[in-house]
T-cell receptor
Framework: NAGVMQNPRHLVRRRGQEARLRCSPVKGHSHVYWYRQLPEEGLKFMVYLQKENIIDESGMPKERFSAEFPKEGPSILRIQQVVRGDSAAYFC?????????????FGQGTRLTVV | TQLLEQSPQFLSIQEGENLTVYCNSSSVFSSLQWYRQEPGEGPVLLVTVVTGGEVKKLKRLTFQFGDARKDSSLHITAAQTGDTGLYLCAGDSGSARQLTFGSGTQLTVLP
C-alpha cells in the first residue's frame, strides 16, 4: 500500500502528557498537511510542511503544538501537555506539490482521546 | 478567511431517490474538490473541478462548478446504501498552501 500511512490509529493520553502523531506521505510526495476534525465537522487546517520547512502554520495553536517534516523519516505532529479539548481526529495528507495541483491524499487518521 | 458553507448538514433519503448537496462561498477558488469520508477513515478524493461552469460525471454522481467559481454542487442519481457517508467540499485559493474545507453533509441512504 503506497498511500499515506498514519500511526497510531488510536491514541489515549492523560491530561498533561505528550502526544506524538506520525505520518508517512505517499512515496514521492514532498508536501504534507495536517488537519484536525471534530465529530460531525469538516476538517480544519493546521499546518503545511515541505521537507525540513514549515510553509504555513496559520492554523496551528501557538502553544503546545509543533510539527516537523525531517529530511528522513515521517512527519511528526507533537502536542505537549494535552488537554481534553485536544481530543479529535488528526489527519495527515500529502500532495506532489506541483503548481496548480493541490489534490490531497489523506491517511486514515489518528484518533486522540485525552482522559 | 475563506469560508465554505455546505447544505444541507444532514440528509436522510430512501434508496433510489435523487439528491443534491451544495457548497457555497463568497470567495473565488481556483479549483474545488469533493471528498467522501466514511466513519473511521480519512477523506477520499472524488473529483476536482477547475473551470467555471464545468460539469464532471462519475457514474451516478454529477459535479458542477459555478460560473463564478464560488460555488459547487454534487448531485447523486438513484442513491444506493453504499453512498452513505460524509461529503466534503474543499476549495483551493490558488496559493497551493492549504485547502479550505466545508463542514460537510452527512448523507444516510436507507434501504
Amino acid at each position: 500500500n503506497a498511500g499515506v500511512m498514519q500511526n497510531p490509529r488510536h491514541l489515549v493520553r492523560r491530561r498533561g502528557q505528550e502526544a506524538r502523531l506520525r505520518c508517512s506521505p505517499v512515496k514521492g510526495h514532498s508536501h504534507v498537511y495536517w488537519y484536525r476534525q471534530l465529530p460531525e465537522e469538516g476538517l480544519k487546517f493546521m499546518v503545511y510542511l515541505q521537507k525540513e520547512n514549515i510553509i504555513d502554520e496559520s492554523g496551528m495553536p501557538k502553544e503546545r503544538f509543533s510539527a516537523e517534516f525531517p529530511k528522513e523519516g515521517p512527519s511528526i505532529l507533537r502536542i505537549q501537555q494535552v488537554v481534553r479539548g485536544d481530543s479529535a481526529a488528526y489527519f495527515c495528507a500529502s500532495s506532489p506539490g506541483r503548481v496548480g495541483n493541490t489534490e490531497a491524499f489523506f491517511g486514515q487518521g489518528t484518533r486522540l482521546t485525552v482522559v | 478567511t475563506q469560508l465554505l458553507e455546505q447544505s444541507p448538514q444532514f440528509l436522510s433519503i430512501q434508496e433510489g431517490e435523487n439528491l443534491t448537496v451544495y457548497c457555497n462561498s463568497s470567495s473565488v477558488f481556483s479549483s474545488l474538490q469533493w471528498y467522501r469520508q466514511e466513519p473511521g477513515e480519512g477523506p477520499v478524493l472524488l473529483v476536482t473541478v477547475v473551470t467555471g461552469g464545468e460539469v464532471k460525471k462519475l457514474k451516478r454522481l454529477t459535479f458542477q462548478f459555478g460560473d463564478a467559481r464560488k460555488d459547487s454542487s454534487l448531485h447523486i442519481t438513484a442513491a444506493q446504501t453504499g453512498d452513505t457517508g460524509l461529503y466534503l467540499c474543499a476549495g483551493d485559493s490558488g496559493s497551493a498552501r492549504q485547502l479550505t474545507f466545508g463542514s460537510g453533509t452527512q448523507l444516510t441512504v436507507l434501504p
